[in-house]
């Protein structure tokens, strides 16, 4: 009988596309992702990899195999899934995924609020740019700033955010409009709807300053190192930030709610989710 273990081992070489990656992303050492496989080449008689040197190549049957290891690795995610829609109670874990500037400044306040009425619901926050899949059950709930075009999914809005341009008074007195430099948004996966629309603003002035995150462009604003979009909810009156006058939001992006459909009649997930529809709902992060 073949051993679904090693399966897994295989299906992850197969995903990750090299030995290394798969052992750190199991968690294991090299030689015991290489022992795995080659269990299962002997259970199954069947070369899945071809091994020249140090670069393991998956072979034509062992594609085939990975395919059909993936879709079996799905329809076991759905049976967990099915599973949690159907228990009663709230207890247990919820995984939420969410932008990290969203999730500190809006997200952790209603779920904390959530916890306490609940002590037996365990929350994990995922504050993470990339959209963590839900079909591979790295999140139950995703708060998402783009509606995704496919996949099982409920898929609500939440709310809008605005964004606009900041910048500290002592930078706007101190320095004439041709001589303004930016915070650019340098994000690693394209160039974000924000970052678009503040180099159109820029008009080709310059960005003196990059940073990977909305966190860190927000310090970098507070600190006079020049304009930035931000958004309008992380802005407060201690910050010492004004809004840079530009006739019009600079930018408006939607919020959206998303979850896999398997989960929609779990107690657990309809819960969190229609708390943070009443939070959105009565605090409105349209400025």
Known sequence: MMDWKNLQ???????????????????????????????????????????RGKSW?????????????????????AI??????????????VTISAPPALATTLLIKPLAALHQRYPDLVIRIL???????????????AVRLTRPQKGDFII??????????????????????PDW??????????TTPQQKKLEEYAAGRPFAFWASSLELQYAATR?????????????????????????????NREIWLVIHADLKNSILIRTITQRLHEFFKYNSIIQ
């Open 127 to 141: 504050g993470e740019a990339r959209n963590a899949s839900l079909n591979d059950r790295e999140a139950d709930i």
């Open 181 to 190: 430099r930016f915070i650019g948004y340098e994000c690693g996966g394209g």
């Open 57 to 77: 190549n998956i072979t034509p049957e062992g594609q085939q195999i990975a395919t059909i290891a993936h879709r079996m690795e799905l329809d076991t995610q």
């Open 223 to 251: 600190e006079g190192a020049g304009i930035a979009a931000l958004p309008d909810f992380m802005i407060s009156e201690q910050d010492n930030l004004v809004s840079v006058e530009t006739g019009d939001i600079l930018l």
């Open 9 to 51: 081992y295989f299906l992850a070489l197969a995903k990750a596309g090299s030995l290394s990656a798969a052992a750190r992303q199991l968690q294991v050492e090299h030689a015991t992702v290489g022992r795995r496989i080659h269990e299962l080449e002997k259970e199954l008689q069947l070369a899945l990899v071809d091994r």
């Open 156 to 177: 609500q809005k939440l709310s809008d955010m605005t964004f606009n341009l900041y910048a500290t008074s002592s930078y706007l007195k101190s320095t004439p409009q």
């Open 80 to 93: 967990g899934r099915i599973a949690d829609s159907t228990r009663h109670g709230l207890k247990g874990t």
